[in-house]
């Protein structure tokens, strides 16, 4: 049901306010050349990581879903030379493209990704003190939205900004789905948000090249 007018209005956003780069383009093309699934966020999207990264003055940033790394370069760029990303996969295949995408936007030295699933990932970095994050992205397997949100909470400080995507699927999540993990998954995740105390939050829906969807944003306060 993806209306063509999404793409037109995304193709004339994108052209004018977050045009590509050879680091970017390439970082698409290699994912797609490798064959991993066309899942980024969309450029316009990637470039909404990316301010709200900047208004955020993010130093340490976490993501939780690396695919190719196209969103990682949009989030690390927001980094100042110091700063620091970690993200995290669990394809050890989707790594590799990721880490020379990574390294071909020049951002080798600030990133560094992880191969693992993101729940044994998550643990070891509280143990590290590798916290607080200043902007946490998670953007993986959508079952495991509520652990995430609870990670996130764990590695932030109050001022740490929490961005979860795809949280609409096509309008799905309105209405419970038994059988579909990534709606029920994406459910749990609303409902621990909105009875959390340290969080503040909302949601919206997007449409555009990727169909309906949304992010929910979440603002630690305690
Ligand atoms: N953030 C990326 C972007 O916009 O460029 C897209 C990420 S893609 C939607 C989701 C990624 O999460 C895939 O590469 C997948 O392999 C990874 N993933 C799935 N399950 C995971 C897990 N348990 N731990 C870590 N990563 C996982």
């Not at 993990?181 to 009875?195: D, K, S």
Request: charge should be negative.
């Amino acid at each position: 049901q993806a209306n063509p007018a999404w793409s037109e209005v995304d193709h004339y956003i994108t052209e004018l306010l977050a045009p590509a780069d050879e680091a970017l383009t390439g970082a698409l093309a290699a994912s797609t050349a490798a064959g991993l699934p066309e899942i980024a966020v969309a450029p316009n999207q990637g470039k909404l990581l990316h301010l709200l990264a900047a208004a955020q003055g993010a130093r340490n940033i976490l993501e939780i879903g690396t695919l190719g790394g196209y969103s990682t370069i949009w989030l690390a760029r927001a980094l100042p030379a110091d700063g620091r990303l970690i993200t995290l996969e669990y394809d050890p295949a989707h790594a590799d493209v990721a880490r020379a995408n990574i390294a071909r936007a020049g951002l080798d030295k600030l990133v560094e990704v992880r191969t693992g699933a993101a729940l044994d990932s998550l643990p070891r970095l509280e143990e590290e003190g590798a916290g607080p994050f200043d902007l946490v992205f998670v953007d993986a397997d959508k079952v495991n939205n509520p652990r995430y949100v609870e990670w996130a909470l764990k590695l932030s400080r109050p001022g740490t900004l929490i961005i979860v995507d795809n949280v609409v699927r096509g309008g799905k999540v309105a209405t419970a789905h038994p059988d579909d993990p990534a709606i029920t998954g994406t459910r749990e995740m609303f409902e621990l948000v909105a009875r959390e105390p340290r969080l503040d939050a909302t949601a919206f829906q997007t449409v555009g090249t990727k169909g309906h969807d949304g992010l929910l944003l979440a603002r630690v306060v305690g």
